[in-house]
């Protein structure tokens, strides 16, 4: 199984990392890539509308997001993760989810296959359902592109940078994930 995770955090081994890296260790033995956006030398969408032209995924822009662009179009699972800042995903996640628009077709229709996606999110605030409807949001955007979320996972009060190993609950659901897919699966 190909497994692409793509990390929004600017923060290097913060929570968002550490539950990305918690959900691959179920997948030792597959080919697995990860991808930071903060480390990659990339901008967002011109609005060029090239990639419209053909069911190419090359981006004009050939910067460093092309192989992760590239690795999506392959991938038979895709991991998202980024902590929520301003009510929203990290800036470098909006880089990433503006240039997705590499997939779509002039019709609107996606060159990307259907694919399974996960979303792994880290927030300050208690409440789980505080980005609720901002969440959904977020799945319908990606369904747009085909990649059909099946499921989310919030670590909540977040504020520091190392607040998953208080929180048990999401480390097993994080360690155990590929276990209880089916379980999570929707």
């Known amino acids: 199984m ?8 600017p923060i290097r081994n913060g929570n968002s990392e550490k539950m990305v890296n918690l959900f691959l260790s179920g997948f030792s033995g597959d080919d697995i890539s990860i991808f930071n956006i903060n480390e990659l030398n990339c901008k967002g969408c011109q609005a060029c509308d090239e990639c419209q032209k053909s069911d190419s995924i090359e981006c004009t822009l050939h910067d460093e997001l092309q192989p992760v662009l590239n690795r999506l179009a392959i991938s038979d699972l895709i991991v998202l993760a980024s902590p929520m800042y301003m009510d929203q995903v990290t800036a470098q996640m909006r880089i990433f989810q503006d240039r997705l628009n590499v997939f779509l077709r ?81």
């Open 2 to 9: 190909k497994v692409t995770a793509v990390l929004g955090s």
């Open 106 to 186: 002039k019709d609107f229709s996606s060159k990307l296959k259907d694919t399974p996606t996960v979303l792994i999110f880290s927030q300050a605030i208690e409440d789980m359902d505080n980005y609720k409807d901002y969440f959904k949001t977020l799945k319908k955007v990606y369904k747009k592109f085909n990649m059909n979320v099946i499921d989310t996972i919030i670590l909540a009060d977040a504020g520091s940078h190392n607040e998953l190993q208080n929180d048990l609950v999401i480390q097993d659901r994080l360690k155990n994930w590929r276990t209880n897919y089916a379980t999570y699966y929707s």
